[in-house]
């Protein structure tokens, strides 16, 4: 029988699941990143279904308890997340500038600023 935080992550997780799989078939995202997101997605369906399994994987770790191992694991995958994230950003904030310099050159004309009297 399934606990009332087990059903309400359960259905969250299918909610999620079929999120990745819409923005897979609508081409938004990648097939790699769907397979990650799917495989974290469903590694959290088996934690949620099994606990046991946690537990297992937790004292294979030398870790006390299987909740331990998902908060360890889930800070470690979200701080690469984020640099990935932050990387992505700053890829972007140089091709903008280098996009900017280019217009600038190609157009040196000052623009006209009409000022109010």
Do not use: C
């Not at 997780?13 to 081409?27: G, N, P, T």
């Not at 909740?67 to 470690?76: C, E, G, Q, T, W």
């Not at 700053?90 to 280019?102: A, G, H, P, S």
Request: proline share 4%; aromatic share 16%; no cysteine.
């Amino acid at each position: 029988m399934l606990t009332s935080i087990q059903l309400f992550l359960l259905l969250f997780i299918l909610f999620a699941i079929s999120r990745v799989y819409l923005r897979l078939r609508e081409k938004v995202l990648p097939p790699k990143a769907a397979f990650f997101w799917f495989l974290i997605w469903f590694s959290a369906l088996i934690g949620i279904l099994l606990p046991a399994t946690t537990s297992r994987i937790a004292s294979f770790f030398g870790v006390g308890r299987g909740v331990d191992i998902i908060v360890y694991i889930s800070l470690a995958v979200g701080f690469y997340l984020i640099f990935r994230i932050y990387v992505v950003i700053e890829d972007i904030k140089n091709e903008i500038t280098f996009l900017v310099r280019q217009i600038a050159l190609n157009n040196p004309h000052k623009p006209k600023i009409k000022r109010k009297k």
